[in-house]
C-alpha cells in the first residue's frame, strides 16, 4: 500500500535488508511525508523476535524509504497457498508468536497493526515468525483497494480502530490458516457510512 518494497544490499553492515520506498503519489503530499517518518521511527522502536525491525528511514534524491530486516523464507499466505489448510499444531504455534508480537507492539507502544493479515506475516527459514509493516498505519484504512477480507467493522466504515482489529484479523487469518479459506470473499460493494 504505501509503495514499493526491494531486496537490497547494506554495504555498512554487510547484510541483506529489505527496502520500502514510498510511492511517489504519497510522496507528493507534505503530510503523508510527516506521517511516513513518525510511523517508522515508532516503529524502529519495537525491539521484539516476532517483529521486523526496522533500521532507518530517510529521503534520497526525492524518494522516501524505509530500510528494515530481510526476512528469508516466505509469508503466510505462500504457505495457505503451497499446502492449503495448515495442520492444528503448526496454527497454534504460528498463533502464539503472532499474539506474543502483536501484544508487545500494544503494550510497549499503543501500537495497533491494522494491517494483520497473512501476506504480512512472515516466516524464516526456522519456522519463526516476523510481522511486517507494524506501525505503518497510522488510523488510516490500509485496505483502499477494496479487499476488505481481514477489516474489522470499524475499518470497513472508516471509523477509529485500535487493537480490537488486530483481534478481529487475526482471528480471519486463523480460521484461513485452519480451513484454506476466508470466511467471506471481502467484496463490499456499498457499505453504509454514517
Same mark, same amino acid.
Given at each position: 500500500?504505501?509503495?514499493?518494497?526491494?531486496?537490497?544490499?547494506?554495504?555498512?553492515?554487510?547484510? &541483506?535488508?529489505?527496502?520500502?520506498?514510498?510511492?511517489? &503519489?504519497?510522496?507528493?503530499?507534505?503530510?503523508?511525508?510527516?506521517?511516513?517518518?513518525?510511523?517508522?521511527?515508532?516503529?524502529?522502536?519495537?525491539?521484539?523476535?516476532?517483529?521486523?525491525?526496522?533500521?532507518?528511514?530517510?529521503?534520497?534524491?526525492?524518494?522516501?524509504?524505509?530500510?528494515?530486516?530481510?526476512?528469508?523464507?516466505?509469508?503466510?499466505?505462500?504457505?495457505?497457498?503451497?499446502? +492449503?489448510?495448515? $495442520?492444528?499444531?503448526?496454527?497454534?504455534?504460528?498463533?502464539?508468536?503472532?499474539?506474543?508480537?502483536? @501484544?508487545?507492539?500494544?503494550?510497549?507502544? +499503543?501500537?495497533?497493526?491494522?494491517?494483520?493479515? $497473512?501476506?504480512?506475516? /512472515?516466516?524464516?527459514?526456522?519456522?519463526?515468525?516476523?510481522?511486517?509493516?507494524?506501525?505503518?498505519?497510522?488510523?488510516?484504512?490500509?485496505?483502499? @483497494?477494496?479487499?476488505?477480507?481481514?477489516?474489522?467493522?470499524?475499518?470497513? /466504515?472508516?471509523?477509529?480502530?485500535?487493537?480490537?482489529? @488486530?483481534?478481529?484479523?487475526? +482471528?480471519?487469518?486463523?480460521?484461513?490458516?485452519?480451513?484454506?479459506?476466508?470466511?467471506? @470473499?471481502?467484496?463490499?460493494?456499498?457499505?453504509?457510512?454514517?
Amino acid at each position: 500500500r504505501m509503495g514499493e518494497v526491494y531486496k537490497a544490499y547494506q554495504e555498512t553492515l554487510v547484510r &541483506d535488508v529489505a527496502l520500502k520506498v514510498l510511492d511517489n &503519489d504519497m510522496a507528493e503530499h507534505s503530510e503523508h511525508i510527516l506521517q511516513f517518518f513518525k510511523e517508522a521511527r515508532v516503529a524502529a522502536r519495537l525491539n521484539h523476535p516476532n517483529i521486523v525491525q526496522a533500521y532507518s528511514v530517510n529521503e534520497e534524491g526525492g524518494y522516501y524509504y524505509l530500510v528494515v530486516e530481510y526476512v528469508f523464507g516466505q509469508n503466510l499466505r505462500q504457505l495457505i497457498d503451497d499446502r +492449503g489448510k495448515l $495442520p492444528v499444531n503448526m496454527t497454534i504455534r504460528l498463533l502464539s508468536q503472532i499474539a506474543h508480537a502483536l @501484544d508487545y507492539a500494544w503494550t510497549s507502544e +499503543g501500537l495497533p497493526h491494522l494491517a494483520v493479515k $497473512p501476506e504480512n506475516i /512472515l516466516i524464516d527459514t526456522i519456522a519463526q515468525i516476523k510481522i511486517s509493516d507494524i506501525g505503518l498505519a497510522g488510523s488510516r484504512s490500509r485496505f483502499s @483497494d477494496g479487499d476488505y477480507k481481514y477489516s474489522s467493522p470499524e475499518q470497513i /466504515l472508516n471509523l477509529k480502530a485500535d487493537t480490537r482489529a @488486530d483481534i478481529y484479523a487475526l +482471528g480471519i487469518t486463523a480460521y484461513e490458516a485452519l480451513t484454506g479459506n476466508v470466511p467471506f @470473499d471481502g467484496n463490499i460493494k456499498d457499505v453504509n457510512k454514517k
